[in-house]
């Protein structure tokens, strides 16, 4: 099975950190996280859409996006980016998978400078981060930040951490500060790919 499939089978999940804010509510909401696999038509190649919601209000997420998949060099999987000019249209496609039809890509708006950069294999799990150069801006509060993310996923579980950061003085400006969110995989959403989904893959 090509490594870029094996990547996206493990990505494509429903993830839940409900243990992890049952243990301290007053530090972690209660949040889902859905990788799906979109129809290869989207980008005439692989991609994804990803949405996540507080777990008591599912059909209001507060994150979505769309994703390119694409082979980067030395065994990278680069993960572009793309927000949806009318996200609230695809909202809750996890429950109702239809939605993914509504995805068009001269719709979509790239994040330039955000893309995600994965290593590792589907036994040992995928480290990721974002492109280097510190050029995935973020504003917050009326002035721009520097985006750092990472993100760890295997075969059961997902943890990740947001930072943003001053341009000028590289200073933490925002982020979690009670470490990392950390999930359990509920359920895999991509066992159905095959290779002739990753057609037109390229470096």
């Not at 972690?28 to 209000?57: K, M, T």
């Amino acid at each position: 099975m090509h490594e870029s499939l094996l990547f996206a089978r493990t990505l494509c999940g429903h993830y839940s950190n409900r243990d992890q804010a049952q243990a301290d509510p007053s530090k972690f909401a209660h949040i889902n996280i859905f990788f799906l696999p979109l129809p290869w038509e989207v980008f005439q190649g692989p991609g994804f859409y990803s949405e996540q919601s507080y777990d008591h209000d599912p059909w209001r997420p507060y994150r979505q996006g769309v994703h390119r998949l694409r082979e980067g060099e030395a065994g990278v999987h680069v993960v572009e980016n793309f927000g949806l000019s009318n996200p609230e249209r695809v909202a809750g496609a996890p429950q109702h998978r239809s939605l993914l039809n509504e995805i068009k890509s001269d719709r979509l708006q790239p994040r330039c400078g955000c893309s995600m950069h994965f290593k590792g294999d589907a036994q040992q799990g995928y480290q990721g981060s974002v492109e280097p150069g510190k050029g995935c801006f973020v504003p917050r509060d009326g002035k721009p930040t520097y985006l750092v993310s990472e993100v760890f996923v295997d075969q059961t579980s997902w943890s990740s951490r947001d930072r943003g950061f001053d341009p000028e003085t590289d200073q933490l400006v925002w982020g979690s500060e009670h470490g990392l969110l950390k999930f359990e995989r509920l359920a895999f959403l991509a066992d159905h790919l095959q290779d002739d989904w990753l057609v037109g893959l390229s470096d």
